[in-house]
């Protein structure tokens, strides 16, 4: 038996994800209309490069990334331009898009499969072939995959971790990957490995998928460079500082970057992605998205092209039992609810969720009773409760002091709170209100 690792706090939502563990990834049939959003990474967004009227091909880019933390979008089916307007975007508001009418060929600019002239041996070639890509964090953060791979001057990275946590309740497209494409995930981390120029690479799953561990174990058994460990099922055991933490004892300073101590971490997806990119010339135009939740007749994981809208997928899995009472982008602790099923599938949509009215009822929070549970299991070391009561106060510059910003609002304390205080909303507010005096200042 393997020794699971962990990291001190955190909690036990149940897990849920028996519904979709077993579910094979199902290629979703091609949408006839996309609406691509050019703004789906941390960062600057995209600018259109297309004009409405223009016939594009699938894997075309018809977005430029804007500076070093931005990347492009790609049109993910053939068809014509109709609009680039502001359409609903799943981060909420409306955000400019680009809408193609699909002519239901399928016909790419470049056939993925094909060999690329990108040298395996050239680091440079490799980040630039990532980056032309559109590749993000398919975590769900959606940062830009070439900066983590591109450390500055004076930051050695001695570790790579490989993410397959994958800790959010009802989540299971990473653990059906691992299975399904544990061959391209195995050799992306390896294009990771020489990119960084890294001889250590490690990767963590949760135990909760016996059959992910044991597909990726047994095909990095001759790989010298990558290890498998088994991680304990607690939430959030994905978070890439509570991951550091449980793989290498290794502590990410209060404001400070994985590469600060010699780290970098990268999810499962993401190094799916960064094979098709590198080997197969497939720019990100498609992920899989668990769509499930307790009121979802067929639950399944799809294979969906960017730009998709959720109403789709929804009907994919034959719909709903009754009429949902919230419907999410990603899991329950971290996932961002949407006021309509008329948004598309994004760079970072992991999951589709839909859960029940009596299960989306906001309970009305009670006074604070001193219990301390919130700072048992804070992954951060935080004092939530003190935290929380500064904020109400409007004092912010004092929650600033008391650590708020390396808040990572995983949802732990609100969960385990009996008094129901969203705690999560409070720090989201704080947060908002000293970046916004930092700015103006």
């Known amino acids: 038996m393997f020794a699971k690792k962990t990291f001190p706090g955190g909690s036990h939502p149940p897990t849920n994800k028996r519904r979709t563990q077993a579910s094979m990834i199902q290629d979703m049939p091609l949408p006839q209309r996309v609406v691509i959003p050019l703004h789906q990474h941390t960062g600057a967004p995209a600018q259109p490069i297309v004009a409405v009227g223009d016939e594009v091909k699938a894997g075309q880019k018809i977005g ?33 898009a680009v809408i193609i009418e699909g002519d239901g060929r399928d016909t790419w600019l470049e056939q993925p499969g094909e060999a690329r002239q990108t040298s395996q041996s050239d680091s440079k070639a490799m980040v630039e072939a990532i980056r032309e ?30 993410n397959g946590a994958e800790c959010e309740p009802y989540l ?10 544990t061959e391209e995930i195995v050799a992306g981390a ?11 690479g490690i990767i963590g799953i949760e135990a909760n998928k016996p059959d992910a561990l044991a597909a990726m174990r047994e095909r990095t058994r001759q790989e010298k460079e ?33 590469m600060d101590i010699g780290c970098v971490v990268q999810n499962v997806g993401t190094a799916k992605a960064i094979f098709d990119a590198v080997v197969s010339g497939k720019p990100l135009v498609e992920r899989v998205v668990s769509v499930t939740g ?24 034959a719909g709903t039992v009754e009429n949902p009472g ?15 099923s008329q948004v598309p599938v994004i760079k970072g949509t992991s999951g589709v969720l839909l859960i029940p009215t009596d299960q989306a009822v906001i309970p009305e929070p009670q006074t604070c009773i001193s219990c301390a549970r919130c700072v048992d299991t804070c992954p951060m070391k935080l004092v939530p409760t003190e935290l929380g009561k500064l904020v109400q106060h409007s004092l912010f510059k004092e929650a600033e002091k008391l650590g708020v910003l390396d808040c990572m609002e995983c949802g732990t304390c609100s969960y385990i709170c009996p008094s129901k205080i969203n705690l999560v909303h409070l ?11 930092k700015r103006k200042k």
């Not at 294979?303 to 929804?314: A, D, M, N, P, S």
């Open 64 to 96: 430029e990334a804007q500076g070093y933390v931005s990347v492009p979008v790609h049109a993910s089916i053939s068809g014509k331009v109709t609009a680039i307007e502001p359409h609903l975007h799943p981060l909420g508001g409306q955000l400019p």
């Open 133 to 162: 890509a559109g590749i993000v964090g398919l975590g769900g953060a959606a940062f830009p995959t070439h900066v983590k791979l591109s450390p500055p001057e004076g930051k050695s990275i001695d570790t790579f971790i490989l």
């Open 172 to 181: 299971t497209a990473d653990h059906r990957l691992m299975v399904e494409n």
């Open 190 to 200: 390896k294009i990771i490995l020489n990119i960084l120029n890294c001889h250590r």
């Open 226 to 258: 990558l290890e498998v460990v088994a991680l304990q099922v607690k939430y959030p055991q994905g978070a890439e500082k509570q991951l550091i933490w449980a793989i290498t004892k290794r502590e990410v300073p209060s404001g400070g970057l994985p």
């Open 294 to 317: 307790p009121i979802v007749k067929e639950p399944k994981n799809l294979r969906v092209r960017i730009g998709t809208l959720f109403e789709e997928l929804i009907q994919q899995t």
């Open 326 to 340: 919230k419907l999410i982008m990603g899991g329950p602790m971290m996932g961002l609810a949407q006021v309509s």
């Open 427 to 437: 720090f989201k507010f704080a947060k908002a209100k000293i970046l916004s005096e």
